[in-house]
């Protein structure tokens, strides 16, 4: 208990005697100390958990080991999460602390998705055009042929190279073409035929299979390859919309009858239920919640929750997919999924740690199946990248 009369809490609070009352009463609970403090682990983790990531997409000036409708999904998720964290009153305040965090981080995550994947290749794709323009065209083709050689060598050897159109690390293993779609400087002037005497004429002799499945995503199906990002982004917005609609009608249908009878203004309800949350939710029961009008039951509360839940566990899928399909999970950072899975399970433990009442788990369980649920997919994860590197160095 002591802890709580330090500077910090008490100056926190020093200006309302029964805030002070509250947290002495509350954290004075050793179950509290361990849920409290696994929370606080939790949040630790997760500040740094997407960093790993973010480093490995600026290296490789690329975000294509990182599937973009499981980052699109973690977005949505965190803002679900985020409201439904502010009207559920039985959640933690560390949860809310979380969710803030979470969506900051992964909307940095994201914009350098964007800016990786759509605008840093535009910007050098037109550098590069500036430095080649005044040249004639058969001196630029050597040049441009002889970069390009000079570039792949650098990627064979692993040196980051120069090249203004980045280039994938691992050229072999690419299965699908897709890549190499989008790293064609003529995929970005939407010209079909690829130039002569370049990459990846030079990688591949005529008839190979590789070269086959470039000319199909090169020519036959240029436009249908390039638009099949847009369209996942399209349908996972479209599930995400339909989501937030039921969400909006819910959220109007529970202001109108009021969720706290006691406060009309929306406003003041919503600064109501963040103070409740931040200096009162550390312990209160079920009963204790039933008298203060707060039954942890809020039907809006839990309706977030669960589609934060289903947003959070489906947006795995396409990451893990995504990993099968190229068979190798290179711009991945397994760190980020350590992280996460250690960040979810401490999640987890302080939920639980705080009560087993089913009074404090009933309201929790979408937050407590989503985290335990991400636990299970990122050891999935982690295994992918075991199994790849065992697969591709059996030596080791
Ligand atoms: N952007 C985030 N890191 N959001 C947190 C997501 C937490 C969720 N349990 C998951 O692991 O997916």
């Excluded at 309706?303 to 839940?309: P, V």
Aim: proline letters at 5%; glycine letters at 6%.
């Amino acid at each position: 208990m002591r802890v709580f009369e330090s500077f910090t809490l008490s100056d926190w609070c020093h200006s309302n005697q029964n805030c002070l009352e509250l947290v002495k009463k509350h954290m004075g609970s050793r179950r509290e100390t361990a849920s409290f403090t696994l929370g606080l682990v939790s949040v630790i983790v997760w500040v740094v958990a997407e960093i790993p990531q973010i480093i490995t997409n600026y290296k490789a000036k690329s975000t294509d080991g990182l599937s973009l409708t499981f980052l699109i999904t973690w977005i949505i998720g965190d803002l679900f999460n985020l409201f439904g964290c502010i009207l559920e009153p039985a959640t933690l305040p560390t949860q809310l602390y979380m969710a803030v965090l979470y969506t900051f981080v992964t909307v940095a995550l994201g914009s350098q998705s964007i800016y990786y994947g759509y605008i840093y290749p535009q910007s050098q794709y037109k550098r590069q055009l500036k430095v080649e323009t005044p040249t004639k065209a058969g001196h630029v083709e050597k040049v441009s042929d002889a970069e390009q050689r000079h570039e792949f060598d650098d990627f064979s050897r692993g040196v980051d190279p120069s090249s203004p159109i980045p280039l994938p690390a691992h050229l072999p293993s690419i299965s699908t073409g897709r890549e190499l779609f989008y790293q064609s400087a003529r995929s970005l002037t939407k010209t079909h035929t690829p130039t002569s005497g370049s990459i990846l004429a030079q990688r591949m002799t005529p008839n190979s299979p590789f070269m086959d499945s470039m000319k199909e995503n090169l020519l036959g199906s240029a436009f249908a390859r390039q638009s099949a990002p847009s369209l996942k982004i399209k349908s996972t917005l479209c599930l995400v919309s339909t989501l937030s609609f039921f969400g909006v009608i819910n959220l109007y249908k529970s202001l109108d009858k009021g969720i706290n009878p006691m406060v009309s203004n929306p406003r003041q309800q919503f600064v109501v239920y963040v103070g409740r949350k931040l200096f009162q939710q550390l312990q209160v029961s079920g009963d204790q919640l039933l008298e203060n009008g707060a039954s942890g039951n809020n039907s809006i509360g839990t309706f977030l929750g669960w589609a934060m839940t289903f947003l959070y566990l489906s947006g795995r899928m396409p990451q893990i997919w995504l990993n099968i399909r190229r068979g190798h999970a290179e711009g991945l950072n397994p760190l980020m999924f350590l992280f996460a899975l250690i960040g979810n399970a401490t999640y987890v433990a302080s939920i639980l740690v705080s009560s087993l009442n089913w009074s404090n788990i009933r309201p929790n369980l979408p937050w407590l199946v989503d985290a335990g649920g991400c636990v299970l997919l990122d050891f999935f994860i982690l295994m992918q990248f075991l199994y790849f590197r065992f697969r591709t160095s059996p030596g080791l």
